[in-house]
């Protein structure tokens, strides 16, 4: 017997999943709610929805059609949350420029993305002037600024944003179109080449925003966010659309706080006076604002913290833990939208003593619904779920980049067999959780057998005086490789520690049994910083360039 499809009334409505019905429900539950930026600005839904209608009829004014790519380079922002908004209801595309690109790597994401349009934040208007003889689609530029006047700039404006905003309509008629049209783009960096476009469209978006509600919101677990909570990003919004959180927020209504760029002491200013209670960092970020003076000082036990981009350790989540911030971990990448996974607790693990639950929040985590998660090996073949057994991790979910733009020999990589290779190593236990043990490319592999370099990060970490680690594999003649480990000391311990008590430390797991012998470091130094990617993450590649 044959399945039975629906046959649907001529009458009937088939509502499309797009982004502009996530604005509905605030504007119904609660329209007085505030968005904040900085100490500047401070309005509520009602105007958020009004602003979305000037922009886009500002945007129509000076010619961006459906199908257009419109640019924007802002920090985090009430105005990039508009543009969130208002360019893919239009059915234009909104493009999400990484502001901390090279010239070279911004001129070819313009370029490949056709932008059209690009609003651009004051601050970043030199990072245009480099590149502007090369433009091959860009027809206007619009200015982002909080100065009174924007600074003179070799850059034709075509308008400043503020100011359009004011000369256009609070009404615009947005389309209801093909849910499946692209709504967003933006570009990895990788390891090699030029960076890769990545595409998601609105029935993605919106289904992922369904699937961060029943990740987050669902489940009875120590960690869980909802309408009364307060939210601001401290991941660029540049970067996977915030990790879409954004995106879930305004469906809730929640309170939204943005901190423009990222300083210390305005986040923390922030955290208390609008009393943020939810935000979403790589551990890099956490670390710099745990490790400040000024956070000492404050109480931030209601402050609920999403890590993703990097693991977190057991080291940094127990001194986040001690000054009363609840940690989780939640993993994706670029192509999946971002979320896969969160490490929520099960409900018998709500009473297990701290050892035990630190272990948990920074596992990789569970599925989130509607995400299937194998493990495959090398021969394509699936991984048993044993805790034990390693294999790359590969997904499935309905809102995971469907390639890569105008790259269809990449694109059939990442999905060869159906199913999205993450490029990433890992083993899942009885209980369902994921654990990234490493990237495919930082495993380290000595006299023949692999050794995982965030394992031994994590034990490193767990040092007393270690306050950031690093680890890659140095080429080795007899061994192959052998790990090599980068340490920050903490400052009160900084001449005070030698390498040598940090090894000794390491070899009490080897007699545990958590690791082999072979898996210590027989180099380790302490250096002063470790090099960051664009977006926070310890830059391996950078690394391996800088100790050869």
């Not at 100065?147 to 503020?162: R, V």
């Not at 783009?185 to 992922?208: A, C, D, E, I, M």
């Not at 890099?284 to 109480?299: G, L, W």
């Amino acid at each position: 017997m044959s399945i039975r499809k629906i046959e649907p009334t001529d009458s009937a409505f088939n509502y499309p999943l797009i982004i502009k019905n996530i604005l509905r429900t605030p504007l119904i539950y609660s329209p007085d709610q505030e968005i904040v930026y900085r100490d500047k600005i401070r309005y509520t839904y009602r105007t958020l929805e009004e602003r979305i209608a000037k922009l886009a009829n500002a945007l129509e004014k000076i010619g961006v059609k459906q199908g257009d790519t419109v640019a924007v380079m802002d920090w985090d922002s009430h105005r990039y949350l508009e543009c969130f908004f208002a360019i893919p209801m239009m059915g234009a595309v909104l493009h999400t420029i990484n502001i901390r690109l090279s010239p070279e790597q911004l001129i070819y994401t313009i370029n490949h993305a056709e932008d059209k349009v690009i609003l651009v934040n004051s601050d970043f208007l030199p990072m245009l002037e480099a590149v502007k003889d090369q433009f091959e689609t860009v027809k206007q530029i619009i200015v982002l600024t909080d100065l009174d006047s924007p600074p003179e700039t070799s850059l034709t404006i075509d308008g400043e944003y503020e100011q359009l905003i004011k000369d256009s309509g609070d009404a615009y008629d947005f389309p209801n179109f093909d849910e499946n049209t692209m709504a967003t783009t933006f570009y990895t960096t990788g390891t090699t080449g030029l960076p890769k476009g990545v595409f998601f469209s609105h029935r993605q978006l919106v289904l992922h925003t369904y699937g961060l509600m029943s990740g987050l919101c669902a489940y009875k677990s120590m960690f869980s966010v909802n309408s009364e909570d307060v939210y601001m990003p401290l991941t660029p919004m540049f970067h996977v659309h915030a990790w879409g959180v954004p995106y879930l927020c305004t469906m809730m209504g929640t309170k939204q706080v943005y901190p423009g760029r990222y300083e210390p002491e305005m986040i923390m200013k922030l955290i208390m006076k609008e009393k943020v209670t939810v935000s979403h960092c790589v551990p890099t970020i956490i670390h710099m604002i745990i490790s400040s003076p000024a956070a000492k000082q404050f109480d931030l036990s209601n402050w609920k913290v999403i890590i993703g981009g990097s693991a977190l350790s057991k080291g940094l989540c127990r001194q986040a833990l001690e000054q009363g911030i609840n940690l989780t971990s939640a993993y994706g990448m670029s192509e999946t939208c971002p979320l896969l996974t969160v490490a929520n607790f099960k409900p018998h693990m709500l009473d297990w003593d701290i050892e035990k639950q630190v272990a948990i929040r920074c596992k990789t985590g569970l599925p989130v619904p509607n995400v299937i998660l194998e493990l495959f090996d090398p021969e394509g073949n699936p991984v048993p779920h044993d805790g034990k057994s390693t294999g790359e991790v590969v997904v499935r979910s309905p809102w995971l980049t469907q390639g890569y733009l105008k790259d269809p020999e990449k694109s059939e990589t990442l999905w060869e067999g159906g199913w999205l290779h993450t490029g990433d190593i890992g083993y899942i236990d009885t209980e369902g959780y994921l654990q990234i043990t490493d990237r495919i490319k930082d495993v380290i592999k000595t006299g023949g057998e692999w050794i995982s370099s965030l394992e031994l990060e994590d034990i490193i970490s767990q040092h007393k005086a270690v306050s950031e680690v690093a680890v890659i594999g140095m080429p080795d003649e007899k061994w192959g490789e052998r790990p090599f480990a980068l340490v920050v000391l903490k400052e009160e311990f900084k001449g005070k520690t030698t390498e040598e008590e940090i090894l000794n430390f390491c070899m009490k797991f080897v007699e545990e049994g958590k690791i082999p012998k072979y898996g210590v470091p027989n180099k380790l130094t302490f250096v002063e910083t470790i090099a960051k990617t664009s977006v926070g993450k310890i830059n391996k590649k950078e690394i391996r360039k800088q100790y050869p």
